[in-house]
T-cell receptor, first 114, second 115 residues
Framework: DAGVIQSPRHEVTEMGQEVTLRCKPI?????LFWYRQTMMRGLELLIY????????DSGMPEDRFSAKMPNASFSTLKIQPSEPRDSAVYFC????????????FGPGTRLTVT | GDSVTQMEGPVTLSEEAFLTINCTYT??????LFWYVQYPGEGLQLLLK?????DKGSNKGFEATYRKETTSFHLEKGSVQVSDSAVYFC??????????????FGTGTLLAVQP
């Protein structure tokens, strides 16, 4: 079985540009999570979805960040406009059921904003 | 609020040494506890888990016991290998009355094993 798929794996962009990160969760999983990892702040939960509905977006840093899950097999995290402080590795993870068990992480997208 | 505290790294050991990485938690209800491992350049992977008090999770020679009385879930391995070099995250989660559906991660502990 394919794991969680993220694209692109690496993204380099200039400040002010729009960035879209993509995630395909494991088939059959109904919860999806977006995380950000930096050396300074560690691993931060940005937002998570249950059955395609955003449940908790309290970790989204500001209005420049938005996330969607139009169907069970696809999610996007968009940053517009991007800033150098957004540089980080962004992970998507998915899990099944309404009770948290193990989350399965994707390989991450390394974003560099210059 | 609920939280996880783990020992700061880096932890540097020689091959075949004994490993302990401490993890304590604060939570309402009865969470499940997890250890995740992140190898360089990769996402996190579940290493082991325990879902109730006194449970022992184990995998790949690693063990951790859910201690409710001390609110701890320390990770141990009897003999580490160079290939165990990674960042280890303690986490809590589950349907523990917080009405949430997410994991709360510690800050991670870098383990470096030298040959």
């Amino acid at each position: 079985d394919a794991g969680v798929i993220q694209s692109p794996r690496h993204e380099v962009t200039e400040m002010g540009q729009e960035v879209t990160l993509r995630c395909k969760p494991i088939s059959g999983h109904n919860s999806l999570f977006w995380y950000r990892q930096t050396m300074m702040r560690g691993l931060e939960l940005l937002i998570y979805f249950n059955n395609n509905v955003p449940i908790d977006d309290s970790g989204m840093p500001e209005d420049r960040f938005s996330a969607k899950m139009p169907n069970a097999s696809f999610s996007t995290l968009k940053i517009q406009p991007s800033e150098p402080r957004d540089s980080a590795v962004y992970f998507c993870a998915s899990t099944s059921g309404n009770i948290v068990y193990e989350q399965y992480f994707g390989p991450g997208t390394r974003l560099t904003v210059t | 609020g609920d939280s996880v505290t783990q020992m700061e790294g880096p932890v540097t050991l020689s091959e075949e040494a004994f490993l302990t990485i401490n993890c304590t938690y604060t939570a309402t209800g009865y969470p499940s506890l997890f250890w995740y491992v992140q190898y360089p350049g990769e996402g996190l992977q579940l290493l082991l888990k325990a879902t109730k008090a006194d449970d022992k999770g184990s995998n790949k020679g690693f063990e951790a016991t859910y201690r409710k009385e001390t609110t701890s879930f320390h990770l141990e391995k009897g003999s580490v290998q160079v290939s165990d070099s990674a960042v280890y995250f303690c986490a809590l989660g589950g349907n523990y009355g917080g009405a949430t559906n997410k994991l709360i991660f510690g800050t991670g502990t870098l383990l470096a094993v030298q040959p």
